[in-house]
């Protein structure tokens, strides 16, 4: 057999679950919530199932669960896009996000993403024979140098990915930042694929850039975004793509090979739920909450924490206590702290040492607080060595 993913060892992040797991660790980090769906969703969803007629949902989706999403867009961010042609339901991020890959990297083209980046997309670039080349993040604040971008396109870049609110670092690339990168693809057949799957949790007063807002990223753009977060409904893996009708086409060409149909009750389940719910404008504040509450527990220590300014993940860095390498820290805060955190590094592809840890800080006050003062007690008892 041909490898098709030779440098791809499976999966380090399930590795991490497994361990802490294993370890009766609490487990920070995989994007797990704590939180229960609105009940009146799994009613909906139930009655659905029951009606037992449920078939295959259309190939791009229902359409009254687009037109909730086109009205959500065009509340949130003032850009309309036709339910009926430029809105396709999709099984997850994932999914949506390696078929925008599949839609438009040929064999030989460049897309630029970066680094560190969410993991799947490496892959889906490699699977189309496509190269990914990196942007280096720089800190503080793990920021896109846009020169470097600029030095970066040539000829053969295809696709430029873009996710904000970011994970795993929880940066929110800004209205600057979607100007430099408008100026940097006009003119240019570059496609973008813009990853918001966090559009709603972003803190501090601040507002996710989509870039559906900026006419012309948004004509050359797949928009990928889900109901998981919001509706703490990530194991549902329902999920949609935007784009212009004439991109959109191309995208369900594959969709049809990738999904052909996504689950129908959960279809059905939420478009009736989302007439009228609140959830939207409510879990950016719950979620603020827990990353101020989280962050607070922690003050004073080691750790040193610069608040993430969006997505239920917070970046911690243990250099006050340790020079380990982040897998190896990790481990060791499985096995003597007894609480699990992703290292970094597993999200990067140019390794540097950085030292840092990302929690998945969707949890429950009391696991909070539990976390925490696992945390605390642990800095205390290494402090004493050092
Ligand atoms: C930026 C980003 N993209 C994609 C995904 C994958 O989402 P899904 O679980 O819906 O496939 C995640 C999951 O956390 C994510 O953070």
Known sequence: MQIKLPETQGSLFWETRKLALENNAIDMSVGMTEF????????????????????????????????????S??????????????????AGMVQAATNVITTVVNEGDEVLLTDPSYFTYNQAIRLNGGMPVYVPLKEPGFRIDWEDVRKMINSKTRLIILNSPHN??????????????????????????????????VYDQERHQSVS???????????????????????WSISWCLAPANMMAEFRKVHENSAFSVATPFQYALASYWEGAQELEDITEFYHGKRNYFNRLLKGSPYIIEPSQGTYYQLINYKNLSS??????????????????????????KKRNLQYLRFCFAKRNETLE?????????????????
């Open 73 to 90: 867009v065009q509340k949130n961010y003032g850009k309309f896009y036709h339910p009926e042609s430029e809105i396709t339901i999709c």
């Open 324 to 349: 380990e390498i982040d897998t190896e820290f990790s481990k060791r805060l499985i096995h003597e702290a007894r609480v699990a955190a992703t290292p970094l590094s597993l999200f990067m592809q």
């Open 36 to 71: 229960k769906c609105p009940p009146r969703l799994v009613e909906l969803a139930s009655s659905y199932m029951l009606e037992n007629t449920i078939n295959y949902a259309p190939l791009e989706g229902i359409i009254s669960l687009r037109e909730r999403i086109s009205e």
């Open 168 to 201: 795993p670092t929880g940066s929110v690339f800004g209205k600057e930042d979607l100007l430099q990168l408008q100026r940097l693809t006009n003119g240019t057949s570059i496609y973008i694929l813009s990853d918001e799957g966090f559009e709603h949790l």
């Open 213 to 235: 807002q900026f006419s012309q990223l948004a004509a050359r753009s797949f928009i990928i975004s889900s109901a998981g977060p919001v509706f703490h409904i990530n194991g």
């Open 370 to 386: 539990e976390v925490a003062g696992r945390l605390l007690e642990f800095a205390e008892r290494i402090g004493k060595m050092n």
